[in-house]
């Protein structure tokens, strides 16, 4: 009773959107049902599932991996692979592998149209764990097929759909795509913007994903106003986390690009060292030596721009410097 108490409140803690309290509470039915059950009795999954769903919507995707290919493995053998519990397992590895971007896309997309043929299969095509598979799908032959898909599902109030597009076209805009890059952040804030409050998590990163593709575009006066308000979402939510030294370098390029130096200035100087201090912390989808090459280089622009050769030519210096270390560092690596 008390497991299953548990896991009805961390579904209610989910569906408001505090992930942190709805681990704890899935933690404790599985430690419960683990105990009285078995790791494979389908409310003992079910939790795994809702454990899982918290961590990943909560940002921890280094700690929902492990836990949907434990998942899927357990649900496999116990419930069979056409079982509905199977395939959300199913589902949701294919986004956390796709969004932590370890992977090859070479070696994810077989997972993905595995997926895909399961749930048209048992579920339809229709259905909306289908499209959600086939929108990721996106990052490879099915592009077409996968935005016209998305246009359809326009008035779906979907918690996690909004951060799926978003996400798309991140990764279509760190390849230089940035038309698609556009289409995609663009639907996944029209979505966030239809139910801001169901996933305030959420909200911050699909605003600063549209906001560096306006970047991107030179549409620097719409790229500060997105970011300036998802600057605000991410210092009261993550004061001191790396992700919004990353917010605040893009708001300072946007100022920068409407030469307004003298605001950009500050935001670029405590960006680059916030980056830096905390290069650690980046999650692996930010790629922190990139992030903070494009720091280091949005210095030099902004005083190239601005008439101060002196202060160019010191950053300059310090970013080949960084370029140098982060060099080595991938050859250290790469060594057997």
């Known amino acids: 009773m008390e497991a299953s108490i548990r896991?009805?409140?961390?579904?209610?803690?989910?569906?408001?959107?505090?992930?942190?309290?709805?681990?704890?509470?899935?933690?404790?039915?599985?430690?419960?049902?683990?105990?009285?059950l078995g790791e494979s009795h389908p409310d003992t999954l079910r939790s795994l599932y809702?454990?899982?769903?918290?961590?990943?919507?909560?940002?921890?995707?280094?700690?929902?991996?492990?836990?949907?290919r434990q998942g899927l493995e357990l649900s496999r053998r116990a419930l069979g692979e056409k079982n509905p519990l199977t395939l959300q397992f199913m589902q949701a590895r294919a986004f956390v592998m796709m969004i932590l971007g370890e992977m090859p896309w070479t070696e994810l997309e077989p997972f993905f149209l595995q997926a895909v043929a399961l749930h048209r299969e048992v579920l339809g095509?229709?259905?909306?764990?289908?499209?959600?598979?086939?929108?990721?799908?996106?990052?490879?032959?099915?592009?077409?097929?996968?935005l016209r898909q998305i246009r359809s599902l326009a008035d779906f109030n979907d918690l996690y759909l909004p951060l799926q597009l978003s996400e798309l076209g991140w990764a279509y805009l760190e390849q230089g795509q940035v038309a698609k890059a556009d289409t995609l952040c663009d639907l996944g804030l029209q979505a966030m913007r239809r139910k801001p409050d169901?996933?305030?998590?959420?909200?911050?990163?699909?605003?600063?994903q549209l906001g560096?593709?306006?970047?991107?575009?030179?549409?620097?006066?719409?790229?500060?106003?997105?970011l300036r308000e998802s600057s605000r979402l991410a210092e009261k939510r993550w004061p001191d986390a790396a992700y919004r030294y990353y917010v605040m370098s893009l708001l300072g390029a946007s100022l920068a690009g409407q030469k307004n130096y003298?605001?950009?200035e500050p935001l670029l100087l405590q960006s680059c060292q916030g980056l830096q201090q905390r290069q650690a912390s980046l999650p692996p989808y930010l790629n922190a030596p990139r992030r903070i090459t494009e720091s280091l280089e949005r210095l030099v622009q902004l005083y190239d721009a601005w008439g101060k050769p002196a202060q160019a030519a010191e950053w300059k210096q310090k970013l080949a410097t960084f370029q140098q270390a982060a060099q080595a560092a991938e050859k250290k690596v790469a060594q057997p």
């Open 198 to 208: 169901a996933n305030l998590v959420v909200l911050p990163r699909v605003i600063t």
């Open 125 to 146: 095509p229709d259905d909306l764990g289908t499209l959600k598979l086939i929108q990721g799908l996106s990052n490879g032959p099915l592009t077409a097929e996968a």
């Open 212 to 226: 560096a593709v306006r970047l991107a575009e030179e549409e620097y006066s719409e790229a500060e106003a997105l």
């Open 262 to 264: 003298a605001d950009a």
């Open 7 to 36: 896991q009805t409140l961390g579904s209610v803690y989910t569906e408001l959107g505090d992930y942190p309290k709805a681990a704890q509470q899935y933690e404790g039915a599985l430690r419960l049902q683990r105990e009285h």
């Open 50 to 68: 809702g454990l899982v769903i918290a961590r990943w919507w909560n940002g921890d995707i280094a700690q929902a991996e492990p836990l949907t």
